[in-house]
Nanobody
């Protein structure tokens, strides 16, 4: 059974940091992506990483503040989020796919986690 389980969300003050983890089980994945969805908004792309970490992609809104990484030995992906802003508040989803190729749209990822809430507020 394939599962993606996110953890690390929570409430943080503006300017603070959080580290999200996505633990995969059941198979290995070529690509991981992080997406987020705020209330009343569409799910949007945040960051993506390929199988060896050599290819990284970020949404313009998080460039310079968020860093995606992966540990293949642990079958886990991470999203380090620094300098958090209130507009980063959303449910964050981990996504994964076995294909080495794909864009940043949600349709390019076959497997999804259940999401973890990130709230940025003073």
């Amino acid at each position: 059974q394939v599962r993606l389980v996110e953890s690390g969300g929570g409430l943080v003050q503006p300017g603070g940091s959080l580290r999200l983890s996505c633990a995969a089980s059941g198979r290995t994945f070529s690509r991981y992506g992080w997406f987020r969805q705020a209330p009343g908004k569409e799910r949007e792309f945040v960051a993506a990483i390929n199988w060896n970490g050599a290819s990284l992609r970020y949404a313009d809104s998080v460039k310079g503040r968020f860093t995606i990484s992966r540990d293949n030995a642990k079958n886990t992906a991470y999203l380090q989020m620094n300098s958090l802003k209130p507009e980063d508040t959303a449910v964050y989803y981990c996504a994964a796919d076995t294909s080495p190729f794909g864009g940043t749209a949600t349709i390019n990822y076959e497997y999804w986690g259940q999401g973890t809430q990130v709230s940025v507020s003073s």
